[in-house]
């Protein structure tokens, strides 16, 4: 069932499949919407109740017009549809918002799988040159400019339609967010009190950096399994789907 959910400011589009079991919260990544989860909806879905939105600006959510943060946006979708535990599925972006929501409300969030997940407060090098001709871009409203500057970034494994499909679902979001979107708060010095289950995934044609914040995110959460994806990128869910829901049907127990 496809639905507008109401949020502080506007609304954000989302699916929620009714089924069994503990109910799986899908959250996509930065360089994409949620459709990004659509080659994993038709086995997790078999099993248990899902739910997957597009972040404000991205996909077929409308464009932020006051001040929000990711964190917040969970919230009220969980709590609109009366979730009270749930497994949490992050990529990237989704990974950062997945980690602020267990360590703000740890008993609402029953497992986590981190996919190449973004980390607030991770100690990123300083890239100049990449963020210059980010902002030269943004500035310049060129659309398919960004969309190939995320190709290039992000979707090392093929620039195939799916891919270049995400990136143009995504793209908007890139330029509505600066104005409004507030950060959530750093988590990364607080990895050491995450409890619930995690299982952190991240390939190896992605970015050097983000290998090494998942290889660090996974050593700062206590008892967390590491799962190395050959041949994927910064978009797991397109490029190994079958190895992908099944770690979340183990995660969320089947």
């Given amino acids: 069932m496809e639905l507008r959910i109401p949020v502080v400011g506007g609304e954000v589009w989302a699916e929620h499949v009714a089924g069994d079991g503990v109910a799986v919260v899908l959250l996509h990544p930065g360089i994409g919407d949620s459709r990004v989860w659509d080659p994993v909806m038709p086995e997790v879905t078999a099993r248990h109740r899902v739910v997957r939105y597009d972040v404000r600006g991205y996909g077929r959510s409308e464009a932020p017009t006051s001040g929000y943060s990711r ?39 029953q497992g986590l799988v981190l996919l190449c997940p973004g980390v607030p407060g991770f100690p990123r090098p300083d890239e100049p040159e990449l963020d210059a001709e980010y902002e030269a871009l943004k500035s310049a409203d060129d659309i398919e400019g960004l969309v190939r500057f995320g190709l290039r970034i992000g979707a090392a494994a093929g620039h195939d339609d799916a891919a270049v499909g995400q990136l143009r679902a995504a793209v908007p979001g890139w330029l509505s967010e600066d104005e409004h979107l507030r950060p959530d708060p750093p988590v990364y010095d607080r990895l050491h009190e995450v409890r619930q289950p995690t299982v952190v995934m991240v390939g190896d044609k992605d970015q050097p950096i983000v290998v090494a914040v998942a290889g660090a995110t996974a050593a700062r959460i206590q008892d967390a399994e590491f799962i190395w994806m050959p041949g994927v990128d910064h978009l797991p869910s397109l490029r190994d789907p079958a190895l992908v829901a099944e770690t979340i049907l183990r995660v969320a127990g089947r």
Avoid: F, Y
């Fill in 71 to 109: 964190l917040e946006d969970l919230v009220v979708v969980l709590d609109q549809l009366q979730l009270e535990r749930v497994v949490l599925v992050g990529c990237s972006m989704g990974g950062g918002t997945a980690l602020s929501l267990a360590l703000t409300d740890p008993g609402r969030v």
